[in-house]
DNA sequence: CGCAGTCTACCAAGTGTTAGGTAGGCTGCA
DNA sequence: TGCAGCCTACCTAACACTTGGTAGACTGCG
């Protein structure tokens, strides 16, 4: 399932088939039918854990660093992991790209997982102090739909300095908080 | 080929089949060869199209309103346009996500759609005054990559509001001028 | 036994692409 | 004028291959 994963990030949900998840799992590609009815099926597991790790990993952030103004600061850094990993991208942007091709359980666990990430942001950006309560949502919105376009951007030139150069633009800009001597210069 | 430029920004590249194109057009799968010689050909071809439309209407739109402040603010309504046209993606940003499967001629031409929408918002940041010659171009980056983004989130939503508001965000966060009255209090 | 997990062997659809042929229009020469 | 030669635009038929999915049999464990 974690091959799944990789695979998705890389290929989308189009890209997933049979034949080659059950190579590298080591079986037949009956066999996965034995643990997942339908490729829709399995496609909704996977998105479904992948927003389930990504809550838990967001959450496990809010708890180790105590000051949420650093938490959210290292937001992007998420995003950049995928990168990192084979130039990847977030699960769930590709499968937005897809959306209108996707079963409709897969489609849930999309949304779901953009809910997940707009909830803990918004939750961030209040703790933080940097915005009301009324406001905080949309400026949640606004962060996440912007890190997702920057991780399209900077995987469609393989490049990860750009992502990195892109948060930058947006901490200058007052997007996001943290930036202001990194913007400038270099 | 307009046809194939619709399918795309719905379906992306691996949506395109020599098939339903060839109906769409009124003849068969075959006969399309006589116009390209293979379907990156044809793929390369469209989103060549797409990034030379695209320029020569940011022109227009530089050439129409004198204020380059207006052009900026009328900026993402080029991206509007494609979610109110059956919720289609820009072209180049589903083929960024499909980055690595495509064939290298189509590549290039995703990477000039990005380079002529960067070009244009430098230019025309530093002509309203925005930002500096030196800054103006990563400040163009991330707005280009913030609207991608937008306009991503909004279709896996099928809801237009959803970019608006979150173009609303950009603008209230100081990524894209206009905004001040929106941007505070609801 | 019963069942979970896997297998081999298929299938129907759909993919990009090739081969080979036809119809009609233009050009230039006798 | 007539006709050869070439052109563009399209056709049908088939190719080799990939896709998600099914049927039915085998194995080993409780």
């Known amino acids: 399932m974690a091959a799944a994963r990789r695979t998705a990030q890389a290929h989308g949900y189009s890209g997933l088939n049979f034949r080659d998840l059950a190579a590298d799992v080591g079986i037949r590609a009956p066999s996965i039918y034995h643990h997942f009815p339908s490729k829709a099926d399995l496609g909704a597991a996977v998105a479904k854990r992948y927003w389930e790790d990504t809550a838990a990993e967001l959450e496990a952030m809010s708890s180790e660093c105590a000051d949420p103004l650093r938490c959210l600061q290292a ?8 990168l990192e990993s084979g130039n990847r991208l977030c ?22 997982f953009g809910d997940v990430n707009v909830a803990w942001l918004s939750r961030t950006l209040v703790a933080a102090g940097l915005v009301g309560r009324e406001e905080s949502e949309a400026r949640a919105r606004s962060i996440f739909a912007a890190v997702a376009g920057a991780q399209l951007m900077a995987r469609s030139r393989s490049d990860i300095s750009l992502f990195d150069a892109l948060i930058d633009g947006y901490r200058a800009a007052g997007l996001l908080p943290g930036g202001k001597k990194a913007s400038r210069r270099s």
Chains 1, 2 share one sequence.
């Open 75 to 82: 937001y992007p850094s998420i995003f950049r992991r995928s």
């Open 91 to 112: 699960l769930c942007s590709f499968m937005s790209a897809e959306y209108d091709d996707l079963p409709v359980e897969v489609q849930k666990e999309v949304q779901a």
